[in-house]
Every structure is written in structure tokens, then in C-alpha cells.
């Protein structure tokens, strides 16, 4: 998650921090739902926790998933590539080896992603950014037009792939009722409340372990979205968007106007059916549509208006930054806080989705002043600090002078 680029602090681009500052913001909103309640047990099962059901809540989580679920994952996708390219095009620049200082920090990024996982939450994206980050070494010299035809490709051919299956599930189902046979479809459960509240440490680890490797069984639908987004920032980053903002404005708007414009309309639908229509495969399957059209156009609007934001308003800058300097140490911290609320706590199942937008507000404040703090005396969130020495093979200083 994030990242915290090899570079001496007063070479940052203050902005893209403030935006992935934000971006933790909308993570932590749409992960909730899975922290507070047996979200992904109920997919499988095909049943709906109280928690999420009733107006209020069903109308929190619609917000939820238009707004947030979809967005947010492939805005810090975006900004993954972008801070490929950066930290190889400056690695060069000190006549440093470029593959190797990236190996050893996408290896370590796997082992953080493993290890957060299985032993804290199975909802862990770290694992699944550092496998596709290894691809992203096929593309870096390639002309950004290339690395751009080949982002847009990727989404246009999952998009495809959604789209008949959606046609798929359809004609299924109209043949089976037809014929009058009903088809349960895949029915499991992990008995998640149940494991949580009443099972051992060893139970938990082995549940997170079981979703863990179903994820990755299911790896081959996500990886081509998450390198389609990887993709585009490293294009952005090519072609120097992000080195002068100011010079980018009339993009920058564009791109705004563009990416919400369509995307919204796209995530109004999509969170409709994600929110309202979960029981049926046909609707399911073209919710998806969320990850290959609504969640990179919303991305890429929601990083273009921030920019623009940004750009008129440094004080928000300063308030954003720290937290996304140190955005891998906030993004497993995020899982703490929420482990100890909902799993020591016992809240598990129990607090309505009503509640989880300012559960998510009130945890993002929290980390906000807990990152102003850590950053007014060191130059690095642990976890940066661990990473990048590991990439270095050196100690790096930790406090600043």
C-alpha cells in the first residue's frame, strides 16, 4: 500500500501524498464492511446479516459502494505506478540498479502483504499489488502511448468478459427455469461471526488463511484490472504530469469532468445492484462492471479533482500528507484499530452499517493527528522505515536532524 518513494523528503511531490492521504480515507470505508460483519461469509452463503439489512443501512451501504467501493483500491493502483516510475527513473538517475532495489522492495511488500493476511485480515490488497508489481519491470521502457493502449485494452477486454458472463448467468437461469430445475448456486460457509467471537487465535489464522487462498484462486479476475491502473500511473508518470501540476491544469480538469461524469452514472448502477440486488447471479455479475468501467474512470476523476483541490488549497496539503507519507505503517494500522473494535471488542455482527461511515471518519481523524505527530520527529512511518532500508540494504536514519 502506498508508496514511499526512495527520495530525500524535499524532492516529494507533496501532492501525490495528500492524495494518497485521502485515498486511506475511502480504504478504510470500504473495508468496514468486511471488519464489522461477515460480509464475504455472506456472499458465499447466500444469506444478508441484519447488520447490513434494513433502509438505513441498506442506504449507507449504497453510498458506500457507489461512492467509495471500486474507487479507492484502483486510485492507490494508480498511484502504485506512478510511484513505480518515479522511484526507477530517479534509482537511474544515481546510476543505482534499478531491478534489483525493485525486487527487494516488491519482495518485502509480498511478505508485509502475506504476513497482514493471515495473521491480522484476510481483506489484505498488499499480496496481490506486489505480484502484479512484478510485471510492471516488462513495461517500463516501453513508450508511454504503449503502456496507455495496453491500460485501456485490459479494461475494455475484462470489461467484455463481465458483460457475457452477466449474458451467461442469464441464459442459465432462463434455461432452468424452463425446465423447472433450480440451481442453489455456490452455497459455503466460514461461520466467520462464530469463529471470531468465540474461536481461538489458531481459528482466525486458519479462516484468513482459507479466504486468503480463495483470493488468490480468484487472483486471475483482478490482477489484469489492478495492472490496467498500475499502467496508467506509470504512463502518468512518463509523461511528467505530476511534476508540475500547474502546467497540467487544463488535463487535470478534463480529466475531472471526464472520469466522474461517466463513471458516476456507471457506480450509481453498479452500487444498486452491489447494495439491492446481491441475491441475483445475473446482477452480480454485471455489478462487477464497477471494477473494469465505474471505480478507474471515478479513480482517475477523483485524482484529477483532488490535484485541482490540492493546488488551491496547500493548508489541506499539509493536513493530508503525513498520513499519506506514511500510508503502508496507516494502512496496517488501519486493521489494527479495527480488529480491536470489532474482534476484541466483541462487536463483530453487531453494529449497523449506519454507523460505519463515522466509525471511518472518526478512526481516519484519529490516524491523521497520530501521523502529524510521528512525522513532526521522524522522516519515515515504521513500516517505510523498515521497507526502505530492506530495498537499501542499509540502516536509514529514522529521526530527523
Request: charged share 10%; proline share 3%; aromatic share 14%.
Amino acid at each position: 500500500m502506498g508508496d514511499n518513494n526512495p527520495i530525500e523528503f524535499n524532492k516529494r511531490i507533496f501532492e501525490i501524498d495528500g492524495i494518497r492521504g485521502f485515498a486511506l480515507l475511502g480504504i478504510l470505508m470500504m473495508n468496514i464492511m468486511s471488519f464489522a460483519g461477515p460480509d464475504i461469509d455472506d456472499s458465499f452463503s447466500g444469506t444478508r446479516s441484519e447488520i447490513y439489512t434494513g433502509f438505513w443501512n441498506e442506504l449507507s451501504l449504497f453510498f458506500i459502494n457507489t461512492f467509495v467501493t471500486a474507487n479507492f483500491y484502483t486510485m492507490f493502483s494508480f498511484l502504485f505506478g506512478l510511484g513505480f516510475y518515479i522511484f526507477l527513473s530517479r534509482a537511474e538517475k544515481k546510476k543505482q540498479s534499478t531491478s534489483a532495489l525493485f525486487l527487494r522492495r516488491i519482495g518485502l511488500l509480498l511478505i508485509f502483504g502475506l504476513l497482514h493476511g493471515i495473521l491480522l485480515w484476510y481483506g489484505d490488497i498488499l499480496w496481490t499489488y506486489a505480484i502484479t508489481g512484478l510485471l510492471l519491470l516488462l513495461f517500463y521502457k516501453f513508450k508511454p502511448k504503449v503502456n496507455l493502449i495496453i491500460a485501456v485494452s485490459l479494461l475494455v477486454i475484462m470489461t467484455i468478459m463481465i458483460i457475457l458472463s452477466a449474458v451467461a448467468a442469464y441464459m442459465m437461469k432462463m434455461y432452468n427455469s424452463g425446465t423447472g430445475l433450480e440451481t442453489e448456486g455456490f452455497v459455503f460457509s466460514l461461520h466467520m461471526t462464530e469463529t471470531i467471537l468465540n474461536g481461538s487465535y489458531g481459528d482466525l489464522v486458519s479462516m484468513n488463511a482459507i479466504i486468503l487462498g480463495l483470493s488468490a484462486a480468484g487472483a486471475i479476475f483482478v490482477i489484469p484490472n489492478v495492472l490496467a491502473m498500475f499502467l496508467l500511473g506509470l504512463y502518468a508518470g512518463q509523461k511528467g504530469y505530476f511534476n508540475n501540476l500547474r502546467k497540467s491544469l487544463g488535463l487535470l480538469k478534463k480529466v475531472a469532468v471526464i472520469g466522474i461524469g461517466i463513471g458516476l452514472p456507471v457506480k450509481i448502477f453498479t452500487g444498486y445492484l452491489t447494495t439491492y440486488q446481491s441475491h441475483d447471479d445475473v446482477f452480480v455479475q454485471l455489478a462487477q462492471l464497477s471494477s473494469t468501467i465505474g471505480g478507474p474512470l471515478m479513480s482517475l476523476g477523483y485524482i484529477a479533482a483532488l490535484a485541482l483541490i490540492l493546488l488551491k488549497l496547500p493548508k489541506l496539503v499539509s493536513l493530508l500528507q503525513p498520513v499519506g507519507q506514511m500510508a503502508l505503517t496507516n494502512y496496517i494500522g488501519q486493521t489494527v484499530i479495527m480488529l480491536v473494535i470489532f474482534y476484541v471488542f466483541g462487536l463483530f455482527n453487531s453494529v449497523n452499517a449506519v454507523w460505519f461511515i463515522p466509525i471511518a471518519l472518526g478512526v481516519f481523524i484519529l490516524q491523521l493527528l497520530l501521523s502529524h505527530f510521528w512525522m513532526k520527529y521522524f522522516s519515515y512511518g515504521p513500516l517505510e522505515w523498515l521497507w526502505r532500508s530492506f530495498t537499501y540494504l542499509k540502516i536509514m536514519p529514522l529521526r530527523k536532524r
